[in-house]
């Protein structure tokens, strides 16, 4: 009977060792005695320690000392070399863009001028205060493009940052051209006008975009022009919007801003063709007016 509790004792003084938290466990003193006089088995648990490898302990020493590596050193080196581009590249974009706020200051100037001529201003007086203003702006090409030469074949990347002051640009000398001649300023004359080169040169997609602005113009053009008693003004536009909207449909444009400009085209020849055809049923116009009808028909 005796034995019997002294081996439920041990049993369950061996259990609360091994659950136990403690690292080194004390043996119950009644236990101490019991385990030396009883002749009973006694029970041994084994504690196994489980160490880390040496590997890890060695990268976790590299890691915290800051221990370089080749690659390590390529790779700072590469970013090193991002930081310098990027910075540069930054200010060189910052000079790209004081110039274009030159240029569209300019162009401001030139379009406040430009609309003295819906006010039935003198119109020789007009253009010799608009073309007072193109050397200033072919100064600030010029000052543009050896800005951009600085990095060779590089012309896109800022292109960006110029386009829409040069939009704008197209599209005042193109009307200034087309009030002083009745025509059309081609890409080839655009580009001699701002003297421009193979190296910086005039993108197609703004001379078409500048054109397209243009024909925003010419309604409230015709519009004022016909208040004044200009009765022929919509006979010569309508046949000048007729052939460019004509041209611009044999290109294949893709649905972008282009392509939205050119589809308001439409709205400002539909403009036109009321006025004109409200002046031609009201019997107004000069004794020109059926030789106008025949070529507007044939276009």
């Given at each position: 009977m005796m034995k019997s509790a002294y081996r439920t004792a041990l049993i369950l003084a061996t259990a609360l060792s091994h659950r136990s938290l403690n690292p080194n466990p004390v043996t119950p003193f009644f236990l101490r005695n019991a385990s030396a006089t009883a002749s009973l088995p006694l029970i041994y648990c084994t504690t196994t320690v489980t160490r880390r490898p040496p590997t890890?302990?060695?990268?976790c020493t590299s890691m915290a000392t800051g221990d370089s590596s080749p690659t390590s050193a390529a790779v700072e080196k590469q970013f090193d070399k991002f930081r310098y581009s990027l910075e540069e590249s930054g200010n060189l974009r910052d000079r790209i863009k004081a110039v274009s706020t030159e240029i569209d200051s300019t162009t401001r100037i030139m379009h406040s001028i430009l609309l003295l001529v819906h006010q039935s201003r003198p119109i020789p007086a007009v253009l010799e205060k608009v073309n007072s203003q193109v050397d200033k702006l072919k100064q600030l090409f010029s000052k543009l493009a050896e800005i951009v030469g600085e990095q060779p074949g590089q012309y896109y990347r800022y292109h960006g940052d110029w386009r829409s002051e040069t939009q704008q640009v197209v599209s005042l000398l193109a009307f200034t051209h087309w009030l002083e001649t009745g025509s059309l300023l081609i890409h080839t004359e655009m580009e001699q006008k701002l003297e421009l080169n193979s190296e910086f040169c005039l993108d197609v997609e703004d001379y078409l975009t500048g054109i397209c602005f243009m024909s925003n113009e010419l309604p409230r053009y015709v519009v004022n022009q016909v208040t004044a008693g200009d009765y022929d003004c919509p006979r010569k536009v309508l046949k000048f919007l007729t052939d460019l909207h004509a041209s611009f449909r044999m290109l294949n444009l893709r649905n972008d801003f282009l392509r939205k400009k050119f589809d308001g085209m439409k709205y400002d020849l539909?403009?036109?063709?009321?006025?004109?055809?409200?002046?031609?049923?009201?019997?107004?116009g000069s004794k020109g007016v059926a030789e106008g009808d025949q070529s507007i028909q044939e276009s």
């Open positions: 890890c302990n060695h990268f539909r403009k036109v063709e009321e006025v004109y055809y409200d002046v031609k049923i009201r019997g107004l």
